[in-house]
C-alpha cells in the first residue's frame, strides 16, 4: 500500500517523461533527460525504503511449521555456517542458480537461445534443493527430530516426512523461483518494449537495451513479494492437506 501511494504522489515523474516524449519527432533535450532521472532516481530511493521496511517486516513473520525452505538474502559467511545448518543450495552461491531463468527473461530479445538453458539451470536448481530438503529430513534430522513442527508431522515416519518436504519445497520453488518470477520479468520485458518500440526518436541504444535493464532492474523488487505470497498460498492449500 505505502509502495503504490508513494508512486500514485510522484505525478511529476509521468509529467516529466510526458514532456520528455510529447515531441516524438526530435530526440530528448539534455533537460528532460536531467529532470526524468532525478526524479526517477528519487522514486527509486522510495521503493527501495519500502522494501527494506518490507523485508525486515516479513522476516518476523512465523513460516508454516512444513515450510523446509528458507529465505537468505545472500550467501552465508564462514562465521555463519558454523554456527548454523550450512544448506549449500540456499547459503552459497549457487542460490544464485534459481534466479538464471529471470536473467534470461531480461536478454530474451538480445539472446533468445539463452532462455531455456537459464530456465533449464533454475528447475535444476529447485530440483536439488528439493532433494536436499528431503534427504535433510531422512538423515540428518532423525536422530534430532523437527523442532517447531506439530505433533502430527512429527510423528510420522521419516521417510513420509521426507516425501513431503521434497514435494513442498518442488512445489515452493517451482512457483516462487521459475514460474511465477519468469512471467512477470516477461511482462515487464514485453511492455517496455513495446512503449520504446512506439516512441520514435530514441537512440538506438536505448530502443535495444531499455528492456533489458528494465526486466534485471526490477529483479530485486519482485523476489521477496512473491515468495511471500507463494507462502501465503501454500500455507492455505497444499500444507493444510499434507498436515492433516
Request: hydrophobic share 35%.
Amino acid at each position: 500500500i505505502a509502495l503504490i501511494k508513494h508512486l500514485a504522489d510522484s505525478r511529476h515523474i509521468t509529467s516529466a517523461i510526458s514532456r520528455a516524449f510529447h515531441n516524438s519527432s526530435q530526440l530528448l533535450s539534455t533537460y528532460q533527460y536531467i529532470v526524468v532521472f532525478i526524479y526517477s532516481t528519487r522514486t527509486f530511493n522510495q521503493v527501495t525504503s519500502i522494501t527494506k521496511s518490507y523485508k525486515l517486516a516479513s522476516t518476523k513473520m512465523t513460516k508454516h511449521p512444513m515450510a523446509t525452505h528458507l529465505h537468505q538474502d545472500a550467501p552465508k559467511t564462514d562465521d555463519e555456517q558454523k554456527s548454523g545448518n550450512y544448506n549449500i543450495f540456499r547459503d552459497s552461491l549457487l542460490r544464485y542458480c534459481g534466479y538464471a531463468n529471470e536473467v534470461g527473461e531480461s536478454f530474451r530479445y538480445q539472446y533468445p537461445k539463452f532462455v531455456a538453458p537459464s530456465y533449464a539451470l533454475a528447475f535444476g536448481y529447485c530440483l536439488a534443493d528439493s532433494i536436499s530438503a528431503g534427504y535433510q529430513e531422512l538423515y540428518v534430522k532423525e536422530d534430532g527430530g523437527n523442532e517447531g513442527t506439530s505433533s502430527k508431522y512429527d510423528t510420522r515416519s521419516n521417510e513420509t516426512r521426507a516425501a513431503i518436504a521434497f514435494f513442498d519445497t518442488l512445489l515452493w520453488q517451482s512457483l516462487a523461483s521459475v514460474a511465477i518470477p519468469g512471467g512477470v520479468i516477461n511482462t515487464i520485458v514485453r511492455a517496455t518494449r513495446f512503449s520504446v518500440a512506439r516512441t520514435a526518436g530514441l537512440p538506438l541504444a536505448v530502443t535495444t537495451w531499455a528492456p533489458t535493464v528494465m526486466g534485471l532492474g526490477s529483479i530485486p523488487f519482485i523476489i521477496h513479494p512473491i515468495d511471500e505470497c507463494v507462502d501465503f498460498a501454500l500455507d492455505n492449500s497444499t500444507r493444510k492437506f499434507l498436515e492433516s
